[in-house]
């Protein structure tokens, strides 16, 4: 199959050369868009990323052009317009699982540097300047961590506080069984808010979930809290929350993600302005790290990744091909979570 390869980035490449078989991939490193969708002509299938645009008009685009399946390198399809995909009759492909240690480890690399200070201390070094003052952390141990969203990333990110002696808070709409033994405890939202010296997040972006933490329910945090963000940007209401940290309301943010992130994560703007304010405070702030939306970016996962979705885009192929199958299936299919 003829497959436009969008938002292509030279770390992946390889693992998707080595494993596309019989597949012809056109690699793009433009972002899908309304303006670039017509590169997607000649293909059958249309692989995109996390800052890619699949909403109507985008699908509407490359359906007209021939594209009968959109496979996305990503388990979040909240860039996809699923309804209208369904419409079209367009397949739609994700990622159900890769490695889950790899941003779960990332988060906690995230937590740990914000909590030591990491950041500020090895920029001390760099100038030459040896002194600790002013870089008294924390211990990790004995404090309460609360995981909103228990899947399979956020049941190894909570399994991984239970080994630093943490006590971990655990909130979903759907339990885990996984996590039901009694070492982590299903509470409420509010419970966990309440109580949790760490908040991180690891839910999928819904309607529900969208700015989960607002002024309102951050006004619930211990002013003493610290939020990890690995799930997604818009889950955080990233003005009320630079607004809390500036009122000592909280004590640190830590993120992979930004809400509008497709904007800018994954391209190189050193030489160039970055107008976007908000962005400009969230990075800029004394008491946020920052990191641009790099939690998968592990050998592992890239190749799970990578073998997730040729597999996929194999057994759709192997299906269209049997006699009497449609070319363009009917409902668009969604593989995972």
């Known amino acids: 199959m003829k497959i436009a390869f969008f938002s292509a980035a ?11 078989g019989h597949h012809d991939i056109t690699f793009i490193e433009e972002s899908l868009t309304e303006q670039t969708s017509e590169l997607a002509a000649g293909h059958k299938a249309v692989c995109g990323f996390v800052q890619d645009d699949l909403s109507e008009p985008v699908l509407q685009k ?35 699982g890769y490695s889950p240690y790899s941003v779960a480890e990332h988060g906690v690399a995230l937590l740990m540097a ?9 920029q001390r070094i760099l100038r ?17 961590v609360g995981v909103i969203g228990t899947g399979r990333i956020g049941e190894v990110f909570g399994r991984i506080m239970l080994g630093f002696g943490c006590r971990v808070l655990a909130y979903d709409i759907k339990p885990n069984p996984n996590l039901m033994n ?14 949790s010296d760490v908040v991180a997040l690891y ?15 951050l006004s619930q945090l211990k002013p003493t809290a610290l939020v990890v963000n690995l799930g997604r940007g818009k889950l955080v209401d990233t003005e009320a929350l630079l607004d809390a940290l500036d009122n000592s309301r909280l004590a640190g943010y830590a993120t992979d993600v930004y809400a509008e992130e497709k904007q800018w994560f994954h391209r190189d703007f050193s030489d160039k302005p970055i107008t976007d304010a908000l962005l400009n405070r969230l990075r800029l702030h004394p008491r946020v790290l920052l990191t641009a939306h790099q ?9 799970e990744i990578a073998r997730s979705i040729i597999l996929q885009i194999s057994y759709q192929e192997y299906n269209w091909e049997k006699p009497g199958a449609k070319r363009r299936p009917g409902p668009a299919s969604q593989s995972g979570s």
């Open 182 to 195: 009694g070492e982590i405890h299903y509470v409420s939202l509010a419970t966990l808010l309440g109580e």
């Open 114 to 122: 914000l909590v030591r200070q990491i950041p500020t201390a090895h």
């Open 203 to 217: 839910c999928p972006l819904t309607p529900q979930t969208f700015h989960l933490l607002n002024t309102e329910t």
């Open 10 to 20: 030279d770390y992946e490449r390889e693992w998707f050369v080595r494993l596309q």
């Open 62 to 96: 490359i359906c007209n052009l021939g594209v009968e399946l959109v496979a996305m390198r990503s388990v979040g399809l909240d860039n996809v317009d699923l309804a209208a995909a369904e419409a079209m009759g367009l397949t739609v492909l994700n990622v159900p």
């Open 295 to 303: 939690g998968f970016l592990t050998q592992e996962a890239l190749q």
């Open 128 to 144: 030459g300047d040896f002194s600790i003052n002013g870089l008294t952390g924390q211990d990790l141990h004995g404090k309460t």
